[in-house]
DNA sequence: AATGAATGAGCTTTCATTCAT
DNA sequence: TATGAATGAAAGCTCATTCAT
């Protein structure tokens, strides 16, 4: 009577994994303290209280979807970055790569979104999100501009100022989608973006250089 | 002999004010649900119930908070770019200057933070800044950059893209100081950051140009 | 500079009564809880505090209401009942010549309303006006129909059974004027009641006596 | 192997009518704003958040209340008087019957006195309780007198007075014994009161008729 | 593993009452 | 005498969490 024991067992394998995308969706959609575990449950089609079969408790289930989505990006971009010790510039391409790859799939733009609205509350999410994506990112980046520094292909310039340069644009754009565009406004295509600023970046806006 | 019916206006008077002032700590430190009323009362000097002397609801203060931070911010910025319709690359250095005025005072960040995280929550609230704050600044910024590509001093590309470039960075530093910066860490210098990334964008980060 | 000392004087002394006017609009509308302190006061023209100094709580107001309508009332009617010691008959017509004009003025009718709507949460003011009013007038009607039976002039009954058939349908149009008339209806003419009600009463309905 | 769901469900569907008693209960004592909804729900054996599982509010409870109240009286006795199209007399006195029935059941009186005293609170329930029971009751009443006066049984008045002549009493007696009456009291017999009114009412109070 | 009825701590909000002026 | 800003206890309501089934 029972159909099948296998797909059940593949059913609850997949379960924490389903509620941590309703809540993500939850989450970013009415932030920590506003999203009800019920909301979450019926997000992932089960009932309230089975939620707590799987989470003990509703901020358990933020850490782990912090932490799901710590795992999911941090190491493997760094790793591009890190490994690339050709042409600095190229590099820089191929980190803009990344993010045209992050911007055009808005659900990655979920945990970030909920990191930054709820750093306040809970500052531990905050610390360990700088660690392990922000300043693993940050560092593999800046090691790159200072080597094209020391290569006499870039400028010299605080590499920290040159980040922001380089990826605030895109933070913006993430944070423009999820917060001020609306429903049926275009959206500016990602390979457009990177690769625009990335041309400003490299080469200026103006026509003629040489400004003070 | 009526002499302290006037100080007592006048503290009458500021109430609002110091409501908001304490509000805006409570929403951007624990997020709208988060933040609770005593305590924004408390921030205040003032006992819960005297909160709704003044404000409504808890609902109507963030409205407040966020309208009287349109007020003050949006129309005089946009006016000292459109009024200035000499030399867009003096007029970008003018906006940037603006840019570094608004880094170097935390306080101002604190209205789009809330707005930023509470979004998801109130959709009119993020409406209503990005009609009387972001459109304005966005659609002034578009002009002056269409204005230096029809003079040839711009290159050309997607004004939206080029706005992105140019103020991505400073609303990432915001991000960043409201949300990831440690209390004790250093603080990225505002005027460093804003007159380098200038730098950059009108002048490129390469030493040799015309990269494809 | 004082217009007038006397004037104050007058004003000053008429202010418990004004009050206790404005209170009882307020406890008729809305009930004892329902009613706010602030309304109650701006009803007399008067702030908020000040209504304290005439009164120590809202509890007393109602309590000072109540005793109010208790000495108005009670005891004068009760003297034109039993100094009456002709005719019973002629003796019923004045007792219904009173409620006729009771009737007549809807203001009269507060304080009942109130007594009934409260007495489960003041049971001491329902126990006095039940003394003070309801069991004086009752005593005296009971004492009024008990000689009439004696004197052969009306059946032999249970006089609290005539008392209800007396004056129920008299304290059934008070409720019906204050609960559930509408606003533009048609008020049924107080005199029209009491006379067609004692003609029933004395008479009966039926046009052929000698019903089981 | 499922046997106690049931027990569950059962216990379920009953827990919106144990709620109602028990509200019922509470704002008879305590009026409507005076009744705590944590009273409500002990009265129940329900916690406080439980009630609201089964309604939205405490304003629904009293408008739930009122409803089933509604529902359970009107209809009934309104067909029971206009089915009867005999005698005049008998109806008035099938009619008399179903007063003495519900004047000896005082849980019956819970509605009609949260109604009385609701009234300047929740207007439209007063207007519910007018249309849906009293306007029923009183039109079927009118319409009864009417032809017995036709027949040339009653004697000719305003239909409206001699309603309130003869139901008026039993409204009386509901109020009395929720509002007056003392715990230890002896209560006047339903019957005795129903039958003894309908004979003042039918035959008149004097032993010689013909009173002006 | 799953349900959903039930709990109760905790929040927003109200309002009688006080008090400095 | 009068004001009205301020208080704080108490109430309605929500929702994360538990538990019997």
Same mark, same amino acid.
């Given at each position: 009577? =029972?159909?099948?024991?296998?797909?059940? =067992? #593949?059913?609850? &394998?997949?379960?924490? &994994?389903? /509620?941590? +995308?309703?809540?993500?969706?939850?989450?970013?959609?009415?932030?920590?303290?506003?999203?009800? !575990?019920?909301?979450?449950? $019926?997000?992932?089609?089960?009932?309230?209280?089975? !939620?707590?079969?799987?989470?003990?408790?509703?901020?358990?289930?933020?850490? $782990? %979807?912090?932490?799901?989505?710590?795992?999911?990006?941090?190491?493997?971009? $760094?790793?591009?970055? &890190?490994?690339? +010790?050709?042409?600095?510039?190229?590099?820089?391409?191929? $980190?803009?790569? /990344?993010?045209?790859? @992050? %911007?055009?799939?808005?659900? *990655?733009? !979920?945990?970030?979104?909920?990191?930054?609205?709820?750093?306040? +509350?809970?500052?531990?999410?905050?610390?360990?999100?700088?660690?392990? !994506?922000?300043?693993?990112?940050?560092?593999? *980046?800046?090691?790159?501009?200072?080597?094209?520094?020391?290569?006499?292909?870039?400028?010299?310039?605080?590499?920290?100022? @040159?980040? #922001?340069?380089?990826?605030?644009?895109?933070?913006? =754009?993430? /944070?423009?989608?999820?917060?001020?565009?609306?429903?049926?406004?275009?959206? %500016?295509?990602?390979?457009?973006?990177?690769?625009?600023?990335?041309?400003?970046?490299? +080469?200026?806006?103006?026509?003629?250089?040489?400004?003070?």
């Amino acid at each position: 009577m =029972q159909a099948s024991p296998k797909l059940r =067992q #593949r059913r609850a &394998d997949a379960r924490p &994994d389903e /509620i941590l +995308n309703a809540a993500a969706r939850c989450f970013l959609a009415c932030g920590f303290s506003g999203a009800k !575990v019920e909301h979450i449950a $019926a997000g992932a089609g089960l009932s309230k209280g089975a !939620v707590y079969l799987y989470f003990k408790s509703k901020e358990e289930m933020l850490r $782990a %979807l912090i932490e799901r989505g710590v795992k999911r990006v941090a190491r493997t971009a $760094a790793d591009r970055l &890190d490994t690339d +010790n050709g042409d600095p510039i190229q590099a820089l391409k191929e $980190a803009a790569g /990344i993010f045209a790859q @992050v %911007l055009s799939k808005p659900e *990655l733009f !979920v945990v970030p979104r909920i990191v930054i609205a709820e750093a306040g +509350n809970f500052p531990e999410i905050a610390r360990l999100y700088r660690d392990e !994506v922000i300043d693993v990112g940050k560092g593999a *980046l800046e090691r790159l501009i200072k080597r094209g520094q020391v290569a006499g292909v870039f400028v010299q310039m605080d590499p920290q100022v @040159v980040v #922001r340069s380089l990826i605030g644009p895109f933070i913006m =754009q993430m /944070i423009w989608r999820t917060t001020f565009e609306r429903p049926g406004e275009e959206t %500016l295509d990602p390979e457009a973006l990177v690769s625009g600023h990335l041309d400003i970046v490299l +080469n200026g806006l103006c026509t003629r250089k040489e400004h003070q």
